[in-house]
């Protein structure tokens, strides 16, 4: 046995080298991550790791970055979404929730190369619509799974093969308060969604926050409801720092007397809102069409499981608990209960919802969602001197659609019928689980680029959740994008053929037609103005 003052003395030279090998490790990735900050954090996690974990989680960061200055070196990061630049073959459940499921990068339809700003251009302002981040179910559909899992649970009969799960499982709400709210637990969690988006793309956009006037803060709308707000604040905290006094989230009301002058249209339009056969309910009755071309089957197929005869409705809520138990849990053994073939029914179903309803085949959806685009392309042709450089605008989902559509950019092109509600149309440009899934945004971005010393051209490109979409008849500018003059051309004959919105809607003489709202203050000599009737509520950054 050794002696003690010598067993000692090893321990604390073996101690001494594993503090040295430590503190050399620590030494070499802190050098790798200051060489190449996207290459070394890539590292951190393994590849399996990496993969289950939501886009906005993972430590293989290439997607932050859009400058192509700093993907220079490395092919692999010149592709910078190369890893979400088409769709795996593999079957991913959260490409098939139709909007009920978590931020998903777009991976169809997208322009090679990713995010990656164009060689020579440079992103000098951005116009983000985004949908509020991850939640529960809406207190109605929550009310529905509640009765549905109540009523299994309390029949004399026992829960059995793919629904054997039920005799152990809790509903995955506490209590109903939760219902409409962004979730707070699990990867998934809105709130963290939120705030790392907004990290992301003060990640991305660094240089146009430095560029940010310092005489007022920077505003960032959000329509009035409590999801929305709290989905502006916690990007307000992520992009600009908690509590940060260069942030102001202005509310802007909900209330149908606010005419053009809103976040929401379909609740100001009134000819919208009253039409029952193609107004706002267009998209549940398409969304009934198909139902019942596969929904009874299924409840056939499950009703001798559940021990109840489950209806058509309930069998679509056992569908829906699948993305909103993912939003609290991160995981939800109602996925496994159906067959891809099922998953792909109910996103067609979903897509057929959101066309219909405020998506480009609903009659006042252009007219509605061009209000913003209008504002917005008013704002990109005076450029970031005169207008700030950085927008931000948070809203539901409903609101989102309809400026899709009045821009264009997922029209179905050589189709008059749009999407068909008696069968599945593939393939089809309208993917609702990638065009506004939870926290789901459009981001305009201006570039402004030179070549070999030529005047400096601008132009406008489309990113939808950190794919480049191109727009029709207009994208052979760099990277896929636009020029901005014929952008704005292209804005206002869409404006034409969607016709204005006060006739559209059948608004008086006296309503506002146009966003009054919509200008960062400290610019051009105009400041923050609600309007009689549309006073605006302040909310700090902060949580």
């Not at 260069?246 to 919208?272: F, H, M, Q, W």
């Not at 506004?436 to 400096?456: F, H, K, Q």
């Not at 601008?458 to 994208?475: H, P, Q």
Request: net charge negative; with cysteine.
């Amino acid at each position: 046995m050794p002696h003690p003052r010598r067993l000692k003395y090893l321990l604390l030279r073996m101690a001494l080298l594993l503090f040295t090998v430590s503190a050399m490790v620590c030494l070499t990735a802190s050098l790798l991550f200051l060489l190449a900050p996207t290459a070394s954090l890539s590292l951190s996690l393994p590849a399996r790791l990496q993969q289950a974990l939501p886009a906005y989680l993972q430590t293989d960061h290439r997607g932050w970055y859009a400058a192509s200055s700093m993907l220079v070196g490395d092919e692999t990061l010149k592709r910078s979404n190369e890893k979400t630049s088409q769709k795996e073959k593999k079957w991913d459940q959260l490409y098939h929730l139709g909007g009920n499921g978590p931020w998903i990068p777009m991976v169809d339809g997208v322009v090679e190369g990713g995010i990656a700003v164009p060689e020579g251009c440079e992103v000098d302002m951005i116009h983000m619509l985004s949908r509020h981040g991850e939640r529960y179910p809406t207190a109605s559909s929550g009310a529905r799974m509640v009765d549905l899992v109540t009523r299994i649970k309390d029949s004399p009969g026992v829960p059995s093969g793919p629904l054997a799960f039920l005799n152990t499982w809790e509903f995955f709400s506490e209590t109903a308060a939760d219902f409409e709210q962004l979730t707070h637990t699990g990867p998934y969690a809105g709130v963290l969604e939120a705030f790392t988006t907004g990290v992301k793309l003060a990640t991305r956009y660094a240089h146009l926050k430095a560029n940010i006037s310092a005489a007022a803060p920077t505003y960032l709308w959000a329509s009035d409801s409590t999801r929305v707000i709290d989905t502006a604040r916690h990007f307000a905290a992520g992009f600009f720092g908690l509590e940060s006094p260069a942030a102001k989230v202005v509310v802007i009301s909900e209330d149908a007397d606010r005419g053009g002058d809103t976040l929401t249209p379909g609740d100001t339009c009134t000819n919208y809102v009253t039409d029952a056969t193609h107004g706002h309910d267009y998209g549940a009755a398409q969304l009934a069409l198909f139902q019942s071309t596969y929904l009874p089957a299924l409840s056939a197929r499950l009703s001798p499981h559940a021990g109840v005869t489950l209806t058509p409705d309930e069998v679509y809520s056992m569908q829906e608990m699948c993305g909103f138990e993912l939003l609290v849990r991160g995981t939800s053994p109602w996925c496994s209960v159906f067959t891809h073939a099922d998953w792909r029914n109910f996103e067609y179903a979903r897509d057929l919802l959101h066309y219909y309803r405020a998506g480009p085949g609903n009659p006042y959806a252009r007219a509605m969602g061009w209000l913003w685009l209008n504002a917005t392309t008013h704002l990109l042709t005076e450029g970031p001197a005169a207008a700030g450089p950085v927008y931000a605008s948070f809203v539901h989902d409903g609101d989102v659609v309809p400026m899709l559509a009045a821009l264009g950019l997922f029209d179905e092109p050589g189709s008059a019928e749009g999407l068909p509600a008696t069968h599945v149309r593939t393939p089809r440009r309208w993917a609702t689980s990638q065009i506004v899934p939870m926290g789901g945004r459009i981001i305009l971005e201006r570039l402004t680029c030179r070549s070999d010393g030529d005047e400096a051209e601008r132009f406008v490109r489309f990113n939808v959740n950190d794919g480049i979409v191109a727009l029709d008849g207009c994208s052979d500018g760099p990277g896929g994008s636009c020029g901005l003059g014929r952008f704005g051309e292209y804005v206002e004959k869409r404006g034409e053929q969607a016709g204005r919105f006060a006739l559209v809607c059948g608004l008086s003489s006296e309503a506002p037609t146009t966003l009054g709202f919509l200008r960062q203050p400290g610019y051009g000599g105009r400041e923050q103005s609600a309007g009689k009737k549309k006073r605006a509520g302040w909310w700090g950054a902060g949580l």
